[in-house]
């Protein structure tokens, strides 16, 4: 979705425009939909302005006053680099975001006092810019920050008031006299005598629910894909929906849905995803709460099943620590206005999930939700699904092994496991791999399974990407390519900052620091044109541009000081900025590295068509399995220094998902669906006898497609059906 600050900056670029700051933009023009283009252009005088790069159209406000701007005010004295940055950012007319700090300024605040740029033909003091558009906006700013500075001291001002004006004081303290002494009767005990006046009990607004994602449509045949197993799992969860929204109030769920390649764990996430949405979405009073919310512990799952990352969704941090570190008001009341109705957390390649971030995302619902009890999770029902014989966290303790602290896991959880191979294209590569995946280091693969990958060990070159056990392997491949394909390449040096203990400002640093914290920008970028590179961190995970994403460099930037067009399909990266250090040091460097091959765990949960994968050096169980399972058929898997004896998984993992209670299932079969146009208000799930008898679904009357008869009873219908006739419904 395009913000205001994008159009702004796509703003035309003339001479009325290029003097105006955001402030002004925003106030004095209006955005128009698709829809207010033509009918604007057709039938107003106004003129209607097109933005640059396909952001839209606007136009200006000429029959209304200015619109009111908010914006937050931050303090000079706590936060002076977000107060200055906001200042230029609102009231400095500009195009790029590097316009607000050029190079040659450290922060914003000296950029401000200091600066100066070309305002239309006129090269004036930024700060002289700044304070004129300011003063536009903020009437008696000083007074309102003094007044605002008084109230958060506990001042009190009660007797200011009289010294205001005292005349009305009297009257007012009058008035509290009077009432205390002839009591007004109580308006509740009015209406109680009166009949008529008895507020009608009916429920006085209609509720919207929350759009799931997919059509009705989509959804019936999603539904409808289901097999035995994966039924069983999706109406446990929607006979808790169920209950829960006929008030019988059961107790929360802890599920973890597992299961090996191809057996359609990601199918059933979306169906149990759009089914719970629908359903209780019809408990919460305002239409933007959040009752089910789909979450992956990395960018690359969330990006695939459009969900958002665990630390985006609850402001969880990178490397969590325990203890527990409980968020400000501030942050937990946001949270709490988005995600106070919650009701199901569906987690995504839990397997990636460890027991710290475990605990906090425990300690976050139980701020969000405020139980006042020590129930886990804050009383939300969580679906976990992944697969433990997949690689664990990479700094973690995975969640199958027992911690030294709290165990949120162990004993809490449910296990559901899915079995069956539903993968349409070359189920048998998806059963060999399901055969690795729990294959012991001191058994024998068969016959079968070793023919099957030395047939993939072709010796072929090709572009695909290259799958490497080692950091070391896989940078001297993409050196490699870099070379070869990239004859003008280039080296970005990062830059790294210092705070100067004798100024206490952020300066630049000579060389770079010793050592780096949590942070994924490296010392040296290497790019060059035709580059094929992937994101390191997650910068807009809505429009894929994740952690692990990959793209080619199509142009490099050196210092542009004027917009250019580019190609719609390419995307601009910008320098990213990490504080590195535990004093406040900074490094400023591009979130990217070289992607023509990529470790194992770099690849995990990403499915390509077409990798080619060396099993030379692996050192950990899971990882070759969890390389073989990343492209979609055999067809499509190039293997290199084939070994048997790296393929293994760890044996931890088998006795402690054996040991796990679990899940009561009933046995559902296919479903399908009715929809008679005599009975079309109506909807009903019929459930065949056996499950060797398929249904076959048409868009009036359903027919059986073999021989039997049997009669169900649901509800309140009864369906009595022949396989040879379209069936009847009848209500009792």
Not at 75 to 88: A, N, Q, R, V
Not at 494 to 505: H, I, L, V
């Amino acid at each position: 979705m395009t913000s205001l600050v994008d159009r702004y900056k796509n703003r035309p670029n003339t001479e009325e425009f290029e003097i105006q700051c955001l402030a002004s933009f925003c106030s004095e023009n209006r955005i128009l939909s698709k829809s207010e283009v033509s009918s604007q252009k057709k039938s107003s005088e106004d003129k209607v302005i097109k933005l640059n790069n396909d952001c839209g159209y606007m136009m200006k406000r000429t029959r209304t006053e200015p619109a009111v701007v908010r914006y937050p005010r931050f303090s000079p004295k706590k936060d002076p680099e977000k107060y200055f940055h906001s200042l230029l950012q609102l009231f400095l007319p500009h195009y790029e975001d590097w316009q607000l700090k050029p190079e040659s300024f450290r922060t914003y605040e000296e950029f401000y006092n200091n600066g100066a740029v070309k305002c239309g033909r006129d090269v004036t003091q930024v700060k002289c810019i700044v304070d004129a558009n300011r003063a536009l906006f903020e009437k008696e700013s000083d007074k309102i920050d003094r007044a605002q500075q008084l109230l958060e001291q506990g001042v009190d001002l009660e007797d200011a008031w009289a010294a205001l004006c005292p005349e009305t004081e009297k009257e007012r303290h009058e008035c509290i006299e009077l009432r205390k002494s002839n009591p007004i009767p109580d308006e509740d005990d009015s209406e109680c005598s009166i009949p008529d006046l008895v507020a009608n009990p009916r429920t006085p607004y209609s509720i919207e629910t929350n759009h799931t994602g997919m059509s009705r449509e989509e959804a019936l045949c999603l539904l409808r894909s289901l097999n035995a197993q994966q039924s069983a799992v999706f109406y446990k969860v929607r006979k808790w929906c169920l209950e829960k929204l006929l008030g019988e109030n059961p107790e929360p769920f802890h599920l973890f849905v597992t299961g090996g390649a191809g057996t359609g764990k990601s199918h059933l996430i979306k169906a149990i995803y759009y089914e719970s949405s629908r359903l209780l979405s019809q408990m919460s009073e305002n239409p933007d709460d959040r009752s089910v919310i789909l979450t992956a512990s990395t960018g690359v799952a969330s990006f695939q099943i459009g969900a958002s990352t665990i630390h985006n969704t609850f402001s969880i941090g990178a490397n969590v620590k325990l203890p527990y570190q409980p968020l400000g008001d501030d942050k937990i009341n946001s949270l709490r206005a988005k995600l106070g109705g919650l009701q199901i957390l569906i987690i995504d390649e839990v397997s990636m999930v460890d027991h710290h971030l475990l605990s906090y995302v425990h300690g976050r619902l139980r701020q969000i939700k405020q139980t006042g009890d020590y129930s886990i999770f804050g009383r939300v029902s969580l679906v976990c699904v992944g697969d433990f014989y997949q690689l664990p966290p990479v700094k973690g303790i995975p969640l199958y092994v027992d911690p030294k602290g709290v165990n949120l896991w162990d004993n809490n959880f449910e296990i559901a496991e899915l079995t069956q191979v539903v993968r349409q294209q070359d189920a048998s590569f998806a059963e060999m791999l399901n055969r690795l995946r729990v294959h012991k280091k001191n058994e024998t693969l068969s016959p079968n399974d070793i023919n099957m990958l030395k047939q993939c060990e072709t010796g072929e070159e090709c572009d695909a990407i290259h799958i490497f056990p080692t950091n070391a392997q896989v940078d001297e491949y993409n050196i490699q390519k870099l070379n070869k394909c990239c004859p003008e390449a280039i080296t970005i040096h990062a830059r790294d900052f210092a705070r100067n203990p004798e100024t206490g400002r952020i300066e630049r640093k000579v060389g770079f620091h010793a050592k780096v914290f949590n942070s994924c920008l490296d010392k040296c970028v290497s790019l060059g044109v035709g580059a094929r590179v992937m994101l390191r961190k997650n910068v807009d995970v809505s429009d894929g541009l994740v952690n692990g994403a990959f793209g080619t460099v199509v142009h490099i930037i050196q210092r542009s000081k004027q917009r250019q067009k580019y190609s719609p399909n390419s995307t601009v990266i910008e320098v990213e900025e990490d504080q590195v250090t535990n004093d406040g040091g900074l490094r400023r460097q591009f979130p990217l590295k070289l992607a023509w091959a990529c470790t194992i765990h770099k690849v995990q949960g990403l499915t390509v068509d077409k990798a080619v994968v060396s099993l030379d050096k692996v050192f950990s169980p899971g990882q070759a399995y969890v390389a073989l399972s990343r492209v979609r058929t055999l067809d499509g898997l190039i293997i290199n220094n084939f070994k048997e004896s790296v393929i293994y998984c760890n044996e931890k993992i088998d006795s402690a998902m054996k040991n796990m209670p679990r899940l009561a299932l009933e046995n559902y079969s296919n479903p399908f669906y009715l929809c008679n146009t005599e009975i079309e208000l109506y909807h009903c799930i019929v459930y065949s006898v056996f499950v060797s008898i398929p249904c076959e679904h048409y868009p009036e009357t359903p027919r059986w497609s073999e021989s039997g008869r049997s009669s169900l009873k649901f509800k309140q219908v009864i369906i009595n059906h022949n396989p040879l006739s379209p069936i009847i419904a009848v209500l009792s």
